[in-house]
């Protein structure tokens, strides 16, 4: 199986700073990624899919890089919205496998 | 737009059958694959398996075997069938749309306990 490593695991941020969130995979796993945002009693909402690619309505403050065994989500400007937890999940083999996710807070 | 609805029957006792529903909308079943996830205080999102837009499946071999996943494209309907249920299958189980999981269902909470 593929182990999808995340982090941090959790993080107190302030407005306006840059975050950065990662994800390494224990194998190659091409651009196949995508990275979600959980906010509480929600169910998950895809920000970036194929690695880099911002879905439709997503600010451009999140931004998704990477390829092969190495990811990174960046929120460029943190907003008081953006509390919320991350998490990467693993497209290319099975059994498709998520990060156990980044848990960030506004100090 | 795209919909999806999870609906399920909330508690489930220890050994018997978990059955789910996802009804989607706004969309061909036989255009997506559909995927079943569950997120559980244990384990975090797992990925149980799904379903292609051809019909044929894929399952996450920590249930294969107790795991059942099929549709009826006619009712615009996806099924979930896990046989065995113990208490730490409880969790939320959701649904989703394609294979990077661009739609997801409000997802259905359930608990295992007699």
């Known amino acids: 199986n593929t182990v999808m490593t995340q982090s941090p695991t959790s993080m107190f941020t302030s407005v306006g700073d840059r975050v950065t969130i990662s994800c390494k995979a224990s194998?190659?796993?091409?651009?196949?990624v995508a990275w979600y945002q959980q906010e509480t009693g929600q169910s998950p909402k895809r920000l970036i899919n194929w690695a880099s690619n911002r879905d439709t309505g997503v600010p451009d403050r999140f931004t998704g890089s990477g390829s092969g065994t190495d990811f990174t989500l960046t929120i460029s400007n943190m907003q008081a919205e953006d509390p919320a937890i991350y998490y990467c999940?693993?497209?290319?083999?099975?059994?498709?496998?998520f990060g156990s996710g980044t848990k960030l807070e506004i100090k | 737009q795209v919909q999806l609805k999870e609906t399920g029957p909330g508690l489930v006792q220890p050994t018997q059958t978990l059955s789910i529903t996802c009804t989607v909308s706004g969309f061909s079943l036989t255009s997506y694959y559909m995927q079943w996830v569950r997120q559980t205080p244990g384990k975090g999102l797992e990925w149980m398996g799904f379903i292609r837009s051809g019909g044929s499946t894929e399952y996450n071999s920590e249930f294969k075997s107790r795991l059942s996943i099929s549709r009826d494209t006619s009712k615009n309907q996806v099924f979930l069938k896990m046989n065995s249920l113990k208490t730490e299958d409880t969790g939320v189980y959701y649904c989703?749309?394609?294979?990077?999981?661009?739609?997801w269902g409000q997802g259905v909470m359930v608990t295992v306990s007699s």
């Open positions: 989703a749309r394609d294979s990077a999981m661009g739609y």
């Open positions: 194998q190659n796993v091409g651009i196949n």
């Open positions: 999940l693993q497209h290319k083999s099975y059994p498709l496998t």
